[in-house]
């Protein structure tokens, strides 16, 4: 009991370094980054979102595979595909090396803190912010890992269709390897969102109402580009074409 009472006691003192509008806007970037999410992969059926309006790209891709020879074009698009997971996988994995290095050294950071007038906090309360955008990255990070496996599971479902239209396992592959690839771009999409809002929670460096309003410029930019931007009118035009 007397080693609980402490850890109790040291968790509240370290609770204590952090004033309410740090926790309210904190709270905040996590509930701005669920609810995007869900918003972005759950849209109403009045307003779809680009990413939602992309998947059924991808299965009608699938589908013109099919009857596509060669299909070298597919290929590379596969490729370019886990190029991309790849990229962002190992240049988030550059940024937590650098947060987790940066762990070591809060006081320097704490002196440059101090020489630009934001603050003279304790090395703690830097150490849990640098540990928060961490925290972002790996789960960004995880999910870039997760997409690039599944790319490959695509490109083997892809291999796997037969070549004959009027085979029995042509469309059924067809279709496996356009939900899995679907699947693969679902998790790509929230690596990116967690990469945004990690770099929206560096502005916490700069204080409480700082990272509101990095928050709110994140949700901003993410809420526009799946729901009013030019490329998703480009795409609700096409498939309005489609339906005429």
């Not at 940024?95 to 003279?120: F, Y």
């Amino acid at each position: 009991m007397p080693g609980l009472t402490v850890a109790v006691m040291t968790w509240i003192e370290r609770a204590a370094l952090f004033a309410p509008l740090d926790y309210a806007s904190l709270l905040l970037l996590l509930v701005a980054w669920l609810w995007i999410g869900r918003k972005i992969e759950h849209p109403s059926p009045q307003r779809q979102s680009v990413a939602l309006m992309m998947d059924d790209y991808r299965r009608d891709w699938m589908r013109e595979m099919v009857t596509r020879q060669p299909r070298m074009f597919d290929a590379q698009v596969v490729a370019a595909m886990r190029q991309g997971s790849t990229f962002f996988a190992s240049t988030t994995m550059i940024a937590i090396g650098g947060g987790l290095a940066l762990l070591g050294n809060t006081e320097r950071l704490a002196g440059v803190a101090i020489d630009l007038a934001i603050g003279s906090a304790p090395a703690m309360v830097w150490e849990i912010k640098i540990l928060f955008v961490v925290l972002l990255l790996a789960n960004a990070f995880l999910k870039y890992v997760w997409a690039h496996r599944l790319f490959g599971y695509c490109a083997v479902l892809m291999a796997a269709v037969p070549n004959d239209p009027e085979d029995p396992q042509t469309y059924p592959r067809a279709g496996q390897a356009a939900e899995i690839c679907v699947t693969a771009a679902r998790s790509f999409n929230r690596g990116l969102r967690a990469t945004y809002f990690a770099l929206a929670s560096l502005a916490w460096f700069l204080g409480p109402v700082a990272l509101f309003l990095g928050t709110a410029v994140t949700f901003g930019v993410l809420y526009r580009r799946e729901f009013t931007s030019h490329s998703r009118e480009i795409l609700m035009a096409r498939a309005a074409s489609t339906d005429t």
